[in-house]
T-cell receptor, first 115, second 114 residues
Framework: DTEVTQTPKHLVMGMTNKKSLKCEQH?????MYWYKQKAKKPPELMFV???????INESVPSRFSPECPNSSLLNLHLHALQPEDSALYLC??????????????FGAGTRLSVL | GDSVTQMEGPVTLSEEAFLTINCTYT??????LFWYVQYPGEGLQLLLK?????DKGSNKGFEATYRKETTSFHLEKGSVQVSDSAVYFC?????????????FGQGTILTVHP
């Protein structure tokens, strides 16, 4: 089973709302990732967690707050977003962070619209 | 820094035509190379990978060979189907201090007509 599950599939929020995206994997992977993907563009890395610790933050604005409560779960908390934050948010996981041959497995994404 | 240059699209083919999508890369060290595919409304799926020079990755009729001398990883398929219509991303997995990062090309939209 190589499944990464993301919820919700779609989310509409106002600029003053607080919401959270959830990502779950049961493959025993110890690295988890958040990406942002705009239409017709490649995914852009936002955060990397390794062994439940944040190891890479790609200078993401503080209105995005990641959390890794345990090795299977990754959350992305959203607050005071801007319309330009509307995008597809993808979660991925891999066995480890280290090792260039590590395969990242992606979820189907959450399509976020900020009004 | 690392970079991936991918053939611009969109690419439109008739069913059973031959497909090539070009991908070249710039990297230090010994990266791994990947092709991911994204079907409409879905996340990315790994299509194939190669971890060292001269490795050939293959899956579902698609092939790509890791060519260190030309820094290329071109995707090919001998006979495309309508169901192959999707966006294809070439990606590089780096080592060194960039562990955990995938560098993607810009993506190529493929449309196959019956």
């Amino acid at each position: 089973d190589t499944e990464v599950t993301q919820t919700p599939k779609h989310l509409v929020m106002g600029m003053t709302n607080k919401k959270s995206l959830k990502c779950e994997q049961h493959m025993g992977h110890r690295a988890m990732y958040w990406y942002k993907q705009k239409a017709k563009k490649p995914p852009e890395l936002m955060f990397v967690y390794s062994y439940e610790k944040l190891s890479i933050n790609e200078s993401v604005p503080s209105r995005f707050s990641p959390e890794c409560p345990n090795s299977s779960l990754l959350n992305l908390h959203l607050h005071a977003l801007q319309p330009e934050d509307s995008a597809l948010y993808l979660c991925a996981s891999s066995q480890e962070r280290q090792g260039s041959a590590n395969i990242q497995y992606f979820g189907a994404g959450t399509r976020l619209s900020v009004l | 820094g690392d970079s991936v240059t991918q053939m611009e699209g969109p690419v439109t083919l008739s069913e059973e035509a031959f497909l090539t999508i070009n991908c070249t890369y710039t990297a230090t060290g010994y990266p791994s190379l990947f092709w991911y595919v994204q079907y409409p409304g879905e996340g990315l799926q790994l299509l194939l990978k190669a971890t060292k020079a001269d490795d050939k990755g293959s899956n579902k009729g698609f092939e790509a060979t890791y060519r260190k001398e030309t820094t290329s990883f071109h995707l090919e398929k001998g006979s495309v189907q309508v169901s192959d219509s999707a966006v294809y991303f070439c990606a590089l997995g780096a080592g060194g201090t960039s562990y955990g990062k995938l560098t993607f090309g810009q993506g190529t939209i493929l449309t196959v007509h019956p």
